[in-house]
Antibody, heavy 122, light 107 residues
Framework: QITLKESGPTLVKPTETLTLTCTFSGFSLSTFALGVGWIRQPPGKALEWLGVIFWNDDKHYDPSLKSRLTFTKDTSKNQVVLTLTNLDPVDTATYYC??????????????WGQGTLVTVSS | DIQLTQSPSFLSASVGDRVTITCRASQGISSYLAWYQQIPGKAPKLLIYAASTLQSGVPSRFSGSGSGTEFTLTISSLQPEDFATYYCQQLIAYPWTFGQGTKVEIK
C-alpha cells in the first residue's frame, strides 16, 4: 500500500522559512525512475506545480520559485523535504506531495498525500 | 512555459449526462497529458495519463482522447460521486503546468 503524508507548521510569519516533510511508504526513492513531486493550491484556486525530485537526486523547480525553493531526500527515512525561503502571504496554500511514476516514457502523479494547509501571516 | 486552457471553467449537469471537458495546450505536447479529479477538501486523484490511458481502479465511464494541442476528458454517464473539479496537466516540459480547472456541479 502506497501512502504519502505532508507535515510541518500550519502558520508561519512573512520573511520566514517554511520546511515541510513528505513521509511516504510502499515505495523507495532509491528505486530507479521514481520521483516525488510537490504541488500547492492557494485557497479556492487551481493547482500549482512546484517541482520534482528523482531517485538519482535530479531536481526540477518551477522557475518562478527556483531562487527560494529547495528539495532534499532522505532515502533511509523515506522522506522528502521542501524548503521555501522568504515567505509571503501569497505562499498561503495547501501543499501536497505526490509520487511521480513513469512508464512507457509517460510521467504521472499517481499517489498523493492528503495535503497540509500553510498560512503565511504576521 | 506551456499554458493549458480548460473549457468550460464551470458546467452544470445532471446525473446520467454525458460530459466533455476540453484542455488546449499553447504548444504541441504529443500525448503527455494527465487528468485529475479533485473533490472539495480532498487531494487530487489521477484519472488518466498519456492522454488516454485509464489509471488502474478508475471507472470505465471516464475516458480521455487527443494529441498535440487539444485534449478531451469525457464522462459517459455522470454519477453523483463525479461532481468535482477536474484538472489537466502537461508532463512533456518543465514546469509541468496545470490547467485552471473545470468545476462540475449538479444541475
Amino acid at each position: 500500500q502506497i501512502t504519502l503524508k505532508e507535515s510541518g507548521p500550519t502558520l508561519v510569519k512573512p520573511t520566514e522559512t517554511l520546511t515541510l516533510t513528505c513521509t511516504f511508504s510502499g515505495f523507495s526513492l532509491s528505486t530507479f525512475a521514481l520521483g516525488v513531486g510537490w504541488i500547492r493550491q492557494p485557497p479556492g484556486k487551481a493547482l500549482e506545480w512546484l517541482g520534482v525530485i528523482f531517485w538519482n537526486d535530479d531536481k526540477h523547480y518551477d522557475p518562478s520559485l527556483k531562487s527560494r525553493l529547495t528539495f532534499t531526500k532522505d532515502t533511509s527515512k523515506n522522506q522528502v523535504v521542501l524548503t521555501l525561503t522568504n515567505l509571503d502571504p501569497v505562499d498561503t496554500a495547501t501543499y501536497y506531495c505526490a509520487r511521480r511514476l513513469i512508464s512507457g516514457g509517460y510521467h504521472r502523479l499517481d499517489y498523493w498525500g492528503q495535503g497540509t494547509l500553510v498560512t503565511v501571516s504576521s | 512555459d506551456i499554458q493549458l486552457t480548460q473549457s468550460p471553467s464551470f458546467l452544470s449537469a445532471s446525473v446520467g449526462d454525458r460530459v466533455t471537458i476540453t484542455c488546449r495546450a499553447s504548444q504541441g505536447i504529443s500525448s503527455y497529458l494527465a487528468w485529475y479529479q479533485q473533490i472539495p477538501g480532498k487531494a487530487p486523484k489521477l484519472l488518466i495519463y498519456a492522454a488516454s490511458t485509464l489509471q488502474s481502479g478508475v471507472p470505465s465511464r471516464f475516458s480521455g482522447s487527443g494529441s498535440g494541442t487539444e485534449f478531451t476528458l469525457t464522462i459517459s454517464s455522470l454519477q453523483p460521486e463525479d461532481f468535482a473539479t477536474y484538472y489537466c496537466q502537461q508532463l512533456i516540459a518543465y514546469p509541468w503546468t496545470f490547467g485552471q480547472g473545470t468545476k462540475v456541479e449538479i444541475k
